[in-house]
């Protein structure tokens, strides 16, 4: 019952059912109390999450790796980036290993924040804690970073991640975006380039904002090697990128060509532009036909 509440977004009738459960000596467990943990967070209520969370210790029960992971979004979402910080200390405290979708959502707001080398010490104690990492490997790979040779310390990583089992791409992509975001394009491009020496398959939102960081420093070419990758990797990119690099590619003196190329492979690759392609993007593809065709007239 109270998870149906939840799930229609009617939070406070279910924590007022939560709370007559209590009362009445029917002791949830502790999935029901993340459910609610994670409708609260959800809805911005994160003081009343933190005080179910407080209730349930009370109650007898021991907070799980959902409920911390819960509790840790909630409170990047609402910018209490410290307070996230020390749940995590606790978490380990009180020996709930985090698990990966933790350190995953740590990294990603830190990147977020352009905070590099908090998201960067964030994947060192995931592959300490959850990968069992020790010794020489990892001291090399701080050296590295400490220098600022961000190649080499994805190299380094990749060199002994990519032989386990267990292997993870996803930090990768996060670490990658993140280069983004903190406009470290040129850095984003050498980590693309090295993802792709070792097979790494670099996610659709990756590309995505790679493009955008390209069409931004007006790296056209590249912009345009990672949107090719997207077709080899058989992602369908949304309109917005798409539209955007077409614009930029065709307000281009140069690189109009390279506009119509994308074109033609976009559409033989099942994009359907009739309905793709925005209006800008078409009236500056009408312009480039116009100026053509009186080319073509005045060279006859």
């Keep these: 019952m109270v998870d149906n509440l939840v799930?229609?977004?009617?939070?406070?009738?279910?924590?007022?059912?939560?709370?007559?459960?209590?009362?009445?000596?029917?002791?949830?467990?502790?999935?029901?109390y993340n459910t609610l943990?994670?409708?609260?967070?959800?809805?911005?209520?994160?003081?009343?999450a933190l005080k179910?969370?407080?209730?349930?210790?009370?109650?007898?029960?021991?907070?799980?790796?959902?409920?911390?992971?819960?509790?840790?979004?909630?409170?990047?979402?609402?910018?209490?980036?410290?307070?996230?910080?020390?749940?995590?200390?606790?978490?380990?405290?009180?020996?709930?290993?985090?698990?990966?979708?933790?350190?995953?959502?740590?990294?990603?707001?830190?990147?977020?924040?352009r905070k590099s080398s908090v998201a960067f010490g964030f994947w060192l104690k995931y592959l300490r804690n959850l990968c069992g990492w020790q010794g020489e490997a990892l001291k090399l790979t701080e050296e590295y970073f400490q220098n600022g040779d961000l190649v080499k310390t994805v190299r380094s990583?990749?060199?002994?991640?990519?032989?386990?089992?267990?292997?993870?791409?996803?930090?990768?992509?996060?670490?990658?975006?993140?280069?983004?975001?903190?406009?470290?394009?040129?850095?984003?491009?050498?980590?693309?380039?090295?993802?792709?020496?070792?097979?790494?398959?670099?996610?659709?939102?990756?590309?995505?904002?790679?493009?955008?960081?390209?069409?931004s420093e007006e790296?056209?070419?590249?912009?345009?090697?990672?949107?090719?990758?997207?077709?080899?990797?058989?992602?369908r990119l949304m309109p917005r990128v798409c539209n955007s690099l077409l614009k930029v590619l065709l307000s281009s003196k140069d690189k109009a060509g390279l506009a119509f190329e994308l074109l033609d492979k976009m559409k033989s690759i099942g994009y359907d532009l009739n309905s793709f392609l925005h209006h800008s993007t078409r009236s500056l593809l009408h312009h480039h036909y116009r100026m053509r065709k009186m080319e073509n007239v005045s060279n006859m």
């Design 37 to 48: 943990i994670n409708g609260l967070c959800k809805a911005g209520q994160v003081n009343g």
């Design 157 to 215: 990583l990749l060199e002994i991640d990519i032989k386990l089992a267990d292997f993870d791409s996803a930090l990768y992509n996060i670490w990658l975006v993140g280069l983004c975001q903190a406009d470290r394009v040129e850095d984003a491009l050498k980590t693309f380039s090295v993802l792709e020496e070792f097979d790494v398959t670099v996610s659709a939102p990756g590309c995505v904002k790679l493009i955008d960081s390209l069409c």
């Design 219 to 235: 790296k056209l070419d590249e912009a345009v090697d990672i949107f090719l990758y997207t077709m080899e990797k058989g992602y």
């Design 52 to 113: 179910l969370f407080e209730e349930l210790q009370l109650k007898g029960h021991f907070p799980d790796s959902v409920t911390y992971a819960t509790l840790i979004e909630g409170l990047q979402r609402v910018d209490r980036e410290g307070d996230a910080f020390k749940l995590f200390e606790q978490m380990i405290e009180n020996g709930c290993k985090p698990s990966s979708s933790v350190y995953k959502t740590l990294m990603t707001w830190s990147c977020r924040r």
């Design 7 to 32: 799930n229609s977004g009617l939070i406070l009738k279910a924590y007022k059912l939560l709370m007559q459960l209590v009362d009445s000596g029917v002791v949830p467990n502790i999935t029901t």
